[in-house]
C-alpha cells in the first residue's frame, strides 16, 4: 500500500531520528555519559560500528558496560584478540557480572584457549548462581524501546547445567578420554544448545576440535555425528583451498567407511575425495569417487565436469567426451553463479567449448574438436572468429561443402575482409603441379589485390610455403621416372630398346620439368624467409639439370 513502510523500513527511520536528536545534543555541548551511550547504541544497531566506538571512546570515565559494549564491538568485526582484551578489562572493573564473565569465556573458546576457559569456568558458576541482572538508565533495549534502570537477581539452574557440561567437553578435549559421564547423559536440550554454541564460535580449528570430542564422548548421537561430519568437511574445503591435498585427504578418509544418512554430506565427501585425490595423480581413485557422486546427483554439472577433467588429465579425452557433453547440457539456470558476472553460465560453456576444440586440434583430433566448435557456434552463430574456427575444421575434416557454405556466411558478415578470399584458397585441394600452379597464381592475384594488408601476407606466405614440400616430392617422383628409364636404356641392348618410346617419355618428362621449373619461378617472389628461397633456388638448379638429361635423351 502506498505511504506504509515496512518494520525494518520503521526501525531504520526510527534509529536514524533517536541518531539525530542525541547528535544534536552533542554538539550543542552534552557531554552526559547516558546521552553518548545511547548514541552509540542506535549507531551500533545502525551497523556503523566505527561510529559507534568513536562516541563510546568520548565517554571521560568509561564503566564495565562501555568496555564491555567496545568488546562486543570488536566481535562483530571480527577481532578476537581485541575483543578478549576489552572484555578482560572489562571484567576487572565489575568481576559480578556474568555476561561480561560469559562474553569473555566464549571469546577465549573461539581462540581455541581451552585451559583458560577452564579456568574461567568455576567463576562463571559461582556468578550463574546468583546472577545480578543490570540495566542502564536510558539503555535501548532488544525491542529497541528505551528502559529504566533496573537491578534483579536470581538463580539460573539451566545456565550453571550447560556451563556444567562445557566444562565437562573441555576437560575432554584436554585429556584425550572420551569423555565424562555428564557428556553420555546430556539431555536433547542440552545437545542442541551445545551444537548451537559450536557453530556459532567461528573459528574452524577450535569447533573442530571440539566437535571431534563430543562426537567420541556421544559416538550414538545422530545430530553430533552430522555436526561433525559437516566441520570436516570444511575444514577438508580449505585445506584444498590452501592447496594441501593430501592433508586433506586424510582428514576425510575416515569418514570414507561410514555411511552417513544425509545424501547431502555424503555427495560432498565424495567430490572431496574425488578432488584431492585427482591433484595427487590418483586417477582411478578420483574416477571411482566422481562416479559415486554422480550416482547420487546424476544432474548436477560440476561433477561432470570433475570426472571429465579427470579422464583429460589422465589422458583418456575420449572416456571424457561423454561427461563433457554432459556437462554443458546441464547448464541451466540451477546452476549458481557469480553474480557480478553477466552472462556467466553462456560464457563458462563458450570458453570451455574452445578450449576442448583446442585440445582436440593439438592432437590433431579434427572430429572431436569439430563437435566442440560447432556446438560454441549454436551459442554464437554470429560470431566470425567462433565461424573462422569452424571453418578451418570442416576444412581439415574434408568436408568441403560445409566449409563453403561456413565461408559464405563469414562474407555475410564481414563483407570487405581480404582474409576470406585466401580462404577460398584453403578449399583448392592440391594434389599435382598444375593445382599448385592455379594456387600460385591466386595467391599472386590477390597479394596485388591488396597489396599492404599485413594478414593477408602473412597467410600467403604461410601457403606458399606448405606447398613447398610437395613441389620438392612431386620434382623427386618425376627424377625416379626418369631415374627408371634411363637404367633399362644401360642396362638393355641397343637393339632392345624401343628409342622412338624412350623419346615420348622423355619429353612427358621433360614438359613436367619445365612446369614445375615455371611455378619454382612464380614460387620465389612470394616467400619471404631466406631458408625458403634457398630451398627454391636449389630446386631449379636441381630441375634445370633434370632437364638437360631429359634433353640428352632425345626429348
Keep these: ?85 576489552e572484555f578482560a578489562h572489562a571484567w576487572q572493573m565489575d568481576p559480578r557480572s556474568y555476561e561480561i564473565c560469559y562474553n569473555l569465556l566464549l571469546t577465549r573458546l573461539t581462540l581455541g584457549k581451552i585451559e583458560d576457559c577452564l579456568a574461567l569456568i568455576p567463576a562463571a ?24 534502570y533496573a537491578s534483579s537477581s536470581y538463580d539460573n539452574p539451566d545456565e550453571r547445567r550447560f556451563l556444567l557440561v562445557l566444562q565437562a567437553l ?120 566422481f562416479l559415486a557422486a554422480i550416482k547420487l ?14 579422464y583429460e588429465w589422465k589422458g583418456e579425452l575420449p572416456q571424457a567426451d561423454p561427461y563433457w557433453n554432459r556437462f554443458f547440457d546441464l547448464l541451466d539456470d540451477r546452476v549458481p553463479v557469480p553474480p557480478a558476472i553477466p552472462h556467466y553460465l553462456d560464457h563458462l560453456a563458450y570458453e570451455g567449448l574452445g578450449r576442448l ?78 593445382d599448385i600452379e592455379k594456387l600460385l597464381t591466386e595467391i599472386d592475384r590477390i597479394l596485388k589485390h591488396y597489396p599492404n594488408d599485413v594478414r ?7 601457403m606458399v610455403g606448405n606447398v613447398i614440400p610437395l613441389m620438392g616430392t612431386l620434382c623427386d617422383q618425376l627424377t625416379d621416372q626418369m631415374s627408371k628409364v634411363i637404367d633399362q636404356v644401360r642396362n638393355l641392348p641397343n637393339y632392345q630398346i624401343n628409342w622412338s618410346a624412350v623419346r615420348e617419355v622423355m619429353r612427358d618428362l621433360l614438359r613436367e620439368f619445365q612446369k614445375l621449373r615455371r611455378i619454382t619461378g612464380k614460387c620465389l617472389p612470394l616467400v619471404s624467409s631466406d631458408e625458403h628461397r634457398r630451398i627454391i633456388r636449389d630446386l631449379a638448379e636441381h630441375i634445370d639439370k633434370k632437364m638437360e638429361a631429359c634433353r640428352s635423351m632425345g626429348a
Design 1 to 85: 500500500m502506498p505511504g506504509v513502510l515496512s518494520i525494518a523500513e520503521s526501525d531504520s527511520a526510527r534509529y536514524e531520528a533517536a541518531a539525530g536528536f542525541f547528535e544534536r545534543a552533542v554538539q550543542a555541548g552534552c557531554q552526559d555519559t547516558h546521552v553518548l551511550y545511547m548514541l552509540a547504541m542506535v549507531r551500533k544497531r545502525q551497523g556503523k560500528l566505527h561510529e559507534a566506538r568513536n562516541v563510546l571512546r568520548k565517554i571521560a570515565q568509561p564503566d564495565a558496560h562501555v568496555v564491555l559494549q567496545m568488546g562486543l564491538l570488536s566481535l562483530q568485526e571480527n577481532q578476537l584478540a581485541q575483543a578478549e582484551e
Design 125 to 148: 558458576l559461582d556468578l550463574a548462581s546468583h546472577r545480578l541482572v543490570t540495566q542502564r538508565a536510558g539503555s535501548i533495549s532488544d525491542d529497541g524501546q528505551p528502559v529504566a
Design 170 to 289: 573441555l576437560q575432554t578435549c584436554c585429556k584425550g578420554t572420551n569423555g565424562a559421564p555428564s557428556l553420555a547423559e546430556l539431555t536433547a536440550a542440552d545437545e542442541q544448545r551445545l551444537l548451537q554454541l559450536l557453530r556459532h564460535l567461528g573459528q574452524l580449528d577450535t569447533v573442530h576440535m571440539l566437535l571431534k570430542a563430543l562426537a567420541r564422548a556421544r559416538p550414538r548421537s545422530t545430530a553430533i555425528r552430522e555436526a561433525y561430519l559437516e566441520v570436516v568437511l570444511v575444514k577438508a574445503k580449505e585445506l584444498i583451498d590452501r592447496c594441501a591435498w593430501t592433508d586433506a585427504e586424510l582428514l576425510l578418509r575416515p569418514l570414507e567407511r561410514e555411511k552417513s544418512n544425509n545424501r547431502a554430506t555424503q555427495l560432498v565427501l565424495l567430490n572431496l575425495l574425488g578432488c584431492c585425490a585427482c591433484m595427487t595423480q590418483d586417477f582411478d581413485s578420483a574416477i571411482k569417487h
Design 297 to 310: 546427483a546424476p544432474n548436477d554439472p560440476r561433477l561432470h565436469q570433475n570426472l571429465a577433467l579427470t
Design 357 to 434: 576444440a583446442a585440445r582436440y586440434s593439438e592432437k590433431e583430433k579434427w572430429a572431436g574438436a569439430l563437435n566442440y566448435v560447432q556446438r560454441a557456434a549454436h551459442l554464437r552463430p554470429n560470431d566470425p572468429d567462433t565461424l573462422e574456427r569452424l571453418f578451418q575444421l570442416y576444412n581439415q575434416a574434408k568436408r568441403p561443402q560445409d566449409a563453403r557454405r561456413t565461408l559464405e556466411k563469414l562474407r555475410q558478415l564481414r563483407p570487405d575482409e581480404p582474409q576470406y578470399e585466401m580462404y577460398e584458397l584453403d578449399l583448392i585441394e592440391v594434389k599435382s603441379l598444375n
Design 456 to 462: 593477408v601476407e602473412e597467410r600467403a606466405v604461410n
